[in-house]
């Protein structure tokens, strides 16, 4: 009588921890060999505001999911630099859900200063039909409990002459 009540308890207790991850069946997904990285690619730079101290961007982008199941985003960590400079780095928390076989957009805001790199920034525009080469490194936070971090790297490059008007 006494083991049957304690097993009664710890099939119980079994139960209770086991009772939250029976919804997390589409997790095992990201866990398992099936799990496809999702594509992110960098759509577009706004700017919001350049002052002399502070410029302020928004980095537009488009995740797309390749799986069977919807892929839940906790956000973005990220590097920007222009040439070997680095021009901004930081973190998005920004949480969203991508439906299984589709795509989503999402913006993260960029605060930087430019003045420290001034001197650099006028000599390249000193030839602005000369490409300047452009990479942005960062990792997008998948998942909810059990994430994984997907790397992405894209570069790339700019013709400063197209951006100045004339």
């Not at 799990?35 to 960098?42: A, E, G, N, S, Y």
């Not at 920034?121 to 039909?129: F, Q, R």
Request: net charge positive; charged share 20%.
């Amino acid at each position: 009588m006494f083991y049957q009540a304690q097993m009664i308890r710890i099939l119980s207790l079994l139960f209770f921890f086991a009772l939250p991850f029976s919804g997390l069946s589409g997790c095992s997904t990201w866990l398992s060999d099936s799990f496809q990285d999702p594509d992110v690619r960098l759509l577009k730079v706004d700017v919001v505001r350049a002052k002399l101290l502070e410029q302020q961007f928004v980095l537009r982008f488009r995740i797309d999911n390749p799986n069977d199941v919807s892929l839940p985003v906790r956000g973005l960590a990220y590097t920007v630099h222009l040439n070997d400079v680095k021009l901004a780095s930081g973190e998005s928390s920004t949480w969203f859900t991508v439906p299984a076989h589709g795509s989503q957009t999402f913006e993260v805001p960029v605060r930087t200063n430019l003045w420290r790199h001034m001197k650099y920034i006028v000599k390249l525009l000193e030839k602005p039909d000369e490409p300047i080469k452009y990479r942005l490194q960062g990792e997008v936070k998948t998942g909810l409990m059990f994430g994984k971090s997907v790397h992405l790297t894209r570069n790339g490059e700019i013709i400063p002459g197209s951006y100045i008007p004339e």
